[in-house]
């Protein structure tokens, strides 16, 4: 290779690539998430499978308590129901893997344990006095 385009390939690589609206699509967890568990590498996608979920479920957490809420994941919940739950709605939903997977965790987990709304203190009406 010439001395030029080795000068134009590290220039090119320092050049910044297009960012993504996370690090992972939901096509690449759900491929992390259902690895093979006769592959070789099935251990290290478990882990990474779950490491990301339970990730992105403490940053819901810490969002919901910085705003003054709580979690709508009740607390018994294990990390493997948030695994089974962030499967299964990503099987569900094919059309939604494009999209960002932290996203698709957060739809994931609100389907499964919606939040509560909180209820409002009924209005009171002031009673009206008839004239005479």
Excluded at 43 to 68: H, P
């Amino acid at each position: 290779m010439k001395p030029r385009h080795l000068l134009i390939l590290a220039a090119t690589a320092l050049l910044p690539a297009a960012a993504h609206a996370g690090f992972y699509s939901g096509d690449e967890l759900y491929a992390v998430c259902t690895a093979d568990k006769e592959g070789k590498d099935y251990f290290e996608r478990s882990y990474e499978c779950l490491g990301y979920i339970s990730g992105a479920v403490d940053a819901f957490n810490t969002t919901r308590e910085a705003n003054k809420l709580k979690s709508c994941i009740p607390g018994g919940v294990t990390i493997n129901e948030l695994r089974t739950a962030t499967v299964t709605y990503l099987s569900r939903n094919p059309i939604d893997r494009k999209k960002a997977a932290s996203s698709q965790v957060f739809a994931a987990t609100r389907k499964a344990w919606p939040c509560e709304t909180p209820k409002k203190a009924p209005v009171k009406k002031k009673a009206t006095r008839k004239k005479r």
